[in-house]
């Protein structure tokens, strides 16, 4: 069926979660509406449902697998200073090599936040994917996941998981030979995580941010973010402050990086 850019920008925004209760609202009324639930990472409780949950099933309901995501050579990027420049300067070093040796023949990247408009996210050889393209690969993840036939509404993916199917659905669909993956906050939890087989990962610089979802100290936080370190894959870290790169070296081992 598809539908027009506008129309896709509309149904993207529809799957915004609702306003986070202010600091006045309890905690338990909260859990009571649904709004922020808790879930555990050793020993802190931590609120909000995961980005992560429903990713992986929702990408096998697209039509990929793991495999299909492994060709794409995905360099993945968390932190908390410099994430967005140092996407850049990877997604320009791709380019300049895929100029001049044939490979990649097309560079794709996904950012987080956009400044002005969603397509911003999703860039396919140094540009923002065009409001058609946008909008055809919005619609083919759209009416797969939120037909009749599928699963409940408050079970299909909310803004920021949608943005990033979207964007993995396009750098297939287009045969992209290599992407920059940049994450939303955190690592271990968040919505880009599910992807098993990263070619790289990089943490750049950390400081304190969503403390909500990461815990209240820098090596909670640093523990959260190294949790793309994958099995296999290259890790790379910016130099940190003292003991957070003991606590990325640590998890490094543990995932196998």
């Not at 909000?48 to 429903?54: S, T, W």
């Not at 993916?157 to 939303?184: D, K, N």
């Not at 906050?185 to 990962?201: I, M, R, S």
């Not at 959260?224 to 790169?245: D, P, R, Y």
């Amino acid at each position: 069926m598809g539908g027009s850019y506008e129309d896709a920008i509309a149904l993207l925004e529809s799957r915004r979660r609702i306003r986070r209760p202010s600091g006045a609202l309890s905690t338990a009324v909260a859990r009571d509406v649904g709004l922020r639930p808790e879930f555990k990472v050793g020993g802190a409780v931590l609120k909000g449902k995961p980005g992560l949950v429903g990713m992986s099933g929702w990408m096998e309901e697209l039509g990929h697998s793991q495999a299909d995501l492994a060709a794409l050579n995905i360099i993945h990027v968390a932190g908390t200073k410099g994430k967005g420049s140092t996407c850049a300067y990877i997604e320009a070093l791709l380019l300049a090599h895929g100029a001049a040796t044939g490979w990649p023949k097309q560079v794709g990247m996904y950012t987080s936040p956009h400044l002005l408009v969603p397509q911003e996210r999703v860039r396919l050889n140094g540009a923002a994917i065009d409001e058609p393209g946008f909008a055809r690969y919005f619609f083919e993840v759209w009416e797969r996941l939120f037909s009749e036939e599928a699963a409940p509404v408050s079970e299909r993916p909310r803004y920021l998981q949608l943005c990033v199917l979207v964007a993995l659905h396009a750098f297939i669909r287009e045969g992209v030979g290599a992407v920059v993956l940049e994450t939303h906050h955190g690592g271990e939890y968040d919505a880009t995580n599910f992807v098993a087989k990263p070619v790289v990962t990089v943490v750049t610089p950390l400081g304190r941010d969503h403390v909500r979802q990461l815990g209240p100290g820098m090596k909670e936080i640093a523990w959260h973010k190294a949790g793309i370190f994958k099995e296999g894959a290259v890790a790379i870290s910016a130099v940190q402050e003292e003991g957070l790169g003991e606590v990325l070296s640590a998890r490094a081992v543990e995932k196998g990086a």
